[in-house]
């Protein structure tokens, strides 16, 4: 059985460990805002979200290597939690619509076969190739980040659950995965702008932005169509799908403080009225973040 400790040695074992930083989406920093309903109330029932609320985020490139390049295909991270200490819905969201894995050995594996070989300076290609065929599941995430250039700013990335969650209704409850739509539109990184801009361009160009205004999003629910995979996060959902608005999540300003650099987005934090995803993946990622957490001091 896979310990969640075990999960953080796999990313330890690609990525290195860096002391002082998280175990994966390792390079990020803080922002606050505020999470905006909407005038008339939602068709969802998250009595939770009726009302204005603090926001703390993070936004991070993913992977666990603190130098990550900005321009790297890997996915870009925001971690949102929405209300107060006493009342928050915490998540981790991601720019690619589906996961890499849908259990711990899957994780492990995708990791183990990515993990730097000595004599060629990086990951053993064919030792991808030979995972990718034995894990076809695996792949729609890897072509999603092939095909989608990086983004040119965090607030013109667009971010999803990957998990089907499960929300109370009036008419009952309906299983959707979140997704973040950005006010600004989605806007990828031309070459031009690949070879100009430096490795480290994310956090000025969105200090930048915040200088001049906010940055938005719309915070909806993708409603599941029946016969849409509920369990698997690496499963892409086809065709048109009804969105519920839920509000307006508004980021606003730096944090530079030590609480905002540390922070976890543990993504087990609900209001009530939300229901855990119930595929193989969700329940793992508390117990690994808090590992994770522990593991930035040593
Ligand atoms: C087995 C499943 C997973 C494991 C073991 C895992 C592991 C981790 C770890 C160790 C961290 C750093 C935690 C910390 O030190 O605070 C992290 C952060 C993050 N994860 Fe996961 N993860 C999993 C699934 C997911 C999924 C399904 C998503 C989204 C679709 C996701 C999105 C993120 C994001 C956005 C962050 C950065 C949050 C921040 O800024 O602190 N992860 N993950």
């Given amino acids: 059985m896979t310990r969640p400790a075990d999960l953080i040695d796999a990313l330890n074992g690609t990525f290195g460990r860096h002391k002082g930083y998280r175990a ?3 390079k990020g920093f803080a922002v606050q805002g505020r999470f905006i309903p909407l005038s008339e109330a939602p068709e969802v029932a998250i009595p939770a979200l009726r009302t204005e609320l603090p926001i703390a985020a993070r936004f991070s490139v993913g992977g666990g290597k603190p ?7 890997s996915v870009r991270g925001i971690g949102l939690t929405i209300g107060d200490a006493d009342l928050n819905w915490s998540m981790a969201l991601i720019s690619a619509p589906v996961f890499f894995a849908n259990s711990a050995e899957q994780f492990r594996a995708f990791l183990a076969a990515r993990v730097p070989d000595s004599e060629l300076g990086g990951p053993n290609l064919e030792k991808v190739k030979a995972f990718n065929a034995a ?14 250039p990086p983004c ?11 998990h089907a969650y499960q929300f109370e209704t009036p008419i009952g409850t309906i299983s959707a995965r979140i997704f973040l739509d950005p006010e ?3 806007v990828g990184l031309t070459d031009d ?3 100009n801009l430096s490795d480290d361009f994310l956090y000025d160009t969105f200090l930048q932005k915040l200088g001049a205004e906010v940055a938005r999003w719309t915070l909806k629910l993708v409603v599941a169509n029946p016969g849409d995979d509920l369990q698997d996060p690496t499963t892409p959902w086809q065709g048109t799908h009804s969105e519920i608005s839920l509000g307006t999540v508004q ?16 993504p087990t934090h609900m209001p009530k009225g939300v229901m855990a995803p119930q595929d ?8 690994a973040y808090a590992v994770s957490a522990a593991r930035r001091a040593d």
Avoid at 252 to 266: I, L, M, P, Y
Avoid at 280 to 287: V, Y
């Fill in 251 to 266: 980021i606003e300003q730096a944090d530079t403080s030590e609480a905002g650099q540390t922070r976890v987005f543990d």
């Fill in 152 to 162: 040119l700013c965090y607030s013109t990335e667009a971010y999803h659950s990957g």
């Fill in 280 to 287: 193989n993946i969700f329940a793992l990622r508390s117990p």
């Fill in 193 to 195: 702008e690949k070879a």
């Fill in 67 to 73: 130098n990550m390049s900005d321009k790297s295909p």
């Fill in 24 to 26: 994966s989406h390792a």
């Fill in 135 to 148: 894990h076809p599941n695996t792949v729609p995430h890897q072509e999603f980040l092939k095909t989608t």
């Fill in 184 to 186: 600004a539109g989605r």
